[in-house]
């Protein structure tokens, strides 16, 4: 069976993810699905399956992969294709660049992988594919959907390679308009197209309709899509066209339409008699086209093959608003598709979308191929025709996939990851002996040491320098410097060895004098002063601590610690007076460092102080800084507070509204389990805990 499944990439993370989709192979054995668990996995089938799984991600991106179940346990790109089961991994919307490019994710053990990437734009856009080595090699790969862009290190672009090296199909001039040039379609990192022998997969992320001035750039860019679609198709090609296409094709693939066409003012007919959904009813079969077929477009060329799988199912949608939190009531579009060209539909067993995978504010479509197809009137292996010729007969491999294989527009060749490994091989491979003299290891104490160290062994050398210990510890110093410093110290103290073991000595000794320093300080920091080790401290009454009373002489004078060869300071007594001074300053009292020795501290507690009570100064802070109490909704559950961000009077201000999701309806609805209708200013809610 092979099967290609489309999810959003959300997961690659999505983490939130764009649309994927996967392939697999596997003996007469149809993908298993469990709806209540789709959840923990994209898909089960077979171990020798073929799975191409595209994968759209609009929350993360690629970079943050792993912070949904089940890929957050084992946090590999490997580990989350081995799960899925997949061999073929397209992914969009991955927003990243080059420079965001890391090792895990190119260096993939048995994966290749092809990205294009925003030239201009940060985090914007992004497509990639991966593919499994062992399953299936792409013949030719390109970036880009009209071929103006030129492979790595070169200054040829693809459409203009000889014929044995370009994909084809490329748009012919007149065929788009002159309105968006092709050099700016392709520099937002939108499409990647491989070839196999068996079909041409292109995963796309086409533009979506933000505001008035995306319209044009839109429209340009489905154009050329359908464009190429058809051309490969006239040339004799099979295509596989999977990825987020942002168009709804019919009533049933999105809700709440006739609510949406009332407030627009739209008829049913109007609505889909917009470019982009005019477009992808000339492109699908069984599409409705209102009024006569553009030119050029005369005959459908793909097939949808969710609805040819499930022509009438209603509420099979891909994609759904996260800010209105519109999953849980599945009110959402269907907007992400796998389609194909007619020639190889009957190869497809199995179609379905996996609403339950979550991650994302869209879910994979799949399509499953079976493991042995009809070409030409001949029964054939599916890995016959999804790898180069020679690879594999009858299904079975007649030679590895090795380097060579791999195309010039694989991450693989990029110079930051070109002939590099996985960091995780410089653990866990063994390093291969070199053709060098390998240095005899350091003895152990339980071995006996050579002669030349005999300093050590414990027998008296009568003060004689023994130059060939000397000798011999230079020449292994890079194995066992430790034990060699030792044996020269011992053997000729008047070498400059011993030097080190003063400076050793030395330094151990001043360890201590800086562990003693430290402490020294903690102690007189806790000593002196007072700290705050709580809010309340601060409004407490600023008592001094009581300073120890210095020991005291026969003679009555305080003994004050003195540091031996240095002066002691003078006290304010001894000190001279300035010029114009009379005799000795006084000491005022809000001096910010007093005698301990001529004042005496005063009593923690007065008659003047007033006396702070802890259960008043509680209720007082509780009053200011006291939690806010959630107001409750209709539900009798605690609301959820937003923020107003339509533009107008009410804008930035906050609001509180019933946090379950919205229903079926799409609007806030009464006696249900679904979100009610209350709604509540921030500013007219003053409850408080």
Not at 83 to 103: C, G, N
Not at 368 to 385: A, F, P, W, Y
Not at 394 to 419: H, M, N, Y
Request: glycine share 6%; hydrophobic share 30%.
């Amino acid at each position: 069976m092979f099967m290609v499944d489309l999810y959003p990439a959300s997961i690659l993370r999505n983490s939130s993810i764009p649309s994927p989709m996967y392939f697999s192979f596997a003996q007469s054995r149809k993908l298993v699905l469990d709806p209540p668990e789709c959840d923990e996995h994209f898909a089960i089938t077979s171990s020798n399956s073929l799975q191409a799984f595209p994968h759209r991600n609009n929350v993360n991106g690629i970079r943050n992969p792993f912070g949904y179940q089940p890929w957050r346990e084992n946090r590999t790109f490997q580990a989350m294709f081995d799960t899925l089961e997949a061999d073929i991994v397209v992914m969009q919307e991955t927003k990243i660049q080059r420079k965001d490019l890391r090792d895990d994710m190119v260096l993939v053990p048995g994966w290749d992988v092809y990205f294009s990437l925003p030239k201009y734009k940060k985090g914007y856009s992004g497509v990639a594919i991966y593919t499994r080595s062992s399953k299936c090699c792409p013949i030719r790969a390109e970036e880009g959907i009209t071929g103006i862009l030129c492979p790595p290190n070169s200054s040829t672009r693809f459409r203009d390679l000889t014929a044995d090296q370009q994909i084809g199909g490329y748009p012919t001039p007149g065929q788009l308009s002159d309105s968006v040039d092709e050099q700016t379609l392709d520099s937002e990192g939108r499409c990647v197209i491989l070839e196999f022998p068996a079909f041409v997969l292109i995963g796309v992320y086409s533009p979506a309709t933000r505001d008035k001035t995306r319209v044009e750039f839109r429209q340009a860019y489905i154009d050329a899509i359908d464009i190429r679609v058809r051309n490969l198709v006239a040339m004799g090609k099979q295509v596989f066209l999977c990825g987020d296409l942002n168009i709804i094709r019919s009533e049933l693939d999105t809700a709440g339409l006739a609510e949406r066409l009332r407030k627009q003012a739209m008829t049913l007919d109007d609505f889909f008699s917009t470019p982009s959904r005019r477009f992808f009813d000339h492109l699908v079969f069984g599409g409705c086209v209102i009024g006569e077929r553009d030119e050029g477009r005369e005959q459908p060329v793909l097939w949808d093959l969710c609805r040819a799988f499930h022509p009438a199912r209603a509420g099979m949608y891909t994609c759904w608003e996260t800010r209105k939190n519109a999953r849980p009531g599945n009110f959402g579009s269907r907007i992400d598709y796998v389609l194909c060209s007619p020639g190889i539909k009957d190869w497809f067993i199995d179609s379905n979308i996996q609403e339950g995978l979550l991650g994302s504010d869209h879910c994979p479509v799949y399509a499953t191929v079976d493991d042995t197809v009809t070409l030409h009137g001949n029964k054939i292996r599916i890995e016959d025709i999804m790898n180069p010729e020679g690879m594999f007969k009858d299904g079975v491999r007649q030679r590895e996939w090795s380097p060579k294989d791999l195309l010039p527009t694989s991450a693989k060749l990029i110079p930051e990851f070109d002939r590099r490994q996985s960091i995780r091989d410089m653990f866990f491979k063994k390093a291969t002996p070199s053709s060098k003299t390998i240095p005899k290891p350091a003895p152990t104490d339980g071995q006996k040491k050579p002669s030349s160290v005999g300093a050590t062994s414990g027998k008296p050398n009568n003060g004689k320098p023994q130059t060939g210990s000397t000798v011999s510890m230079s020449q292994s110093s890079s194995q066992t410097t430790a034990p060699a410093a030792v044996t020269g110290t011992a053997s000729s103290p008047q070498k400059p060895l011993p030097l080190k073991r003063h400076a050793e000595s030395s330094t151990s000794t001043s360890r201590p004098q800086k562990k003693g320093k430290v402490a020294l300080n903690k102690e007189s920091s806790m000593n002196s002063g007072f700290s705050q080790s709580s809010l309340k401290g601060f409004f407490k009454p600023k008592t001094p601590t009581p300073t120890a009373n210095p020991t005291s002489n026969a003679d009555g004078t305080a003994d004050t610690p003195t540091t031996p060869n240095k002066p002691s300071a003078p006290s304010p007594s001894e000190r001279s007076p300035r010029p114009g001074q009379p005799g000795i300053a006084p000491i005022k009292e809000n001096d910010t460092q007093k005698n301990p020795v001529e004042e005496s501290p005063k009593p923690e507690s007065s008659s003047t102080e007033k006396v702070l009570d802890p259960i008043e100064s509680k209720e007082s802070w509780s009053k200011l800084l006291g939690k806010r109490v959630v107001p409750k909704c209709e539900h009798g559950d605690d609301c959820q507070m937003l923020v107003t961000k339509k533009a107008g009077v009410n804008c930035g201000r906050s609001f509180f509204m019933c946090a379950r999701p919205l229903g079926p309806s799409g609007d806030k609805e009464v006696g249900t389990p679904f979100r009610c209708r209350t709604f509540i200013w921030s500013s007219d809610w003053s409850g408080r805990q």
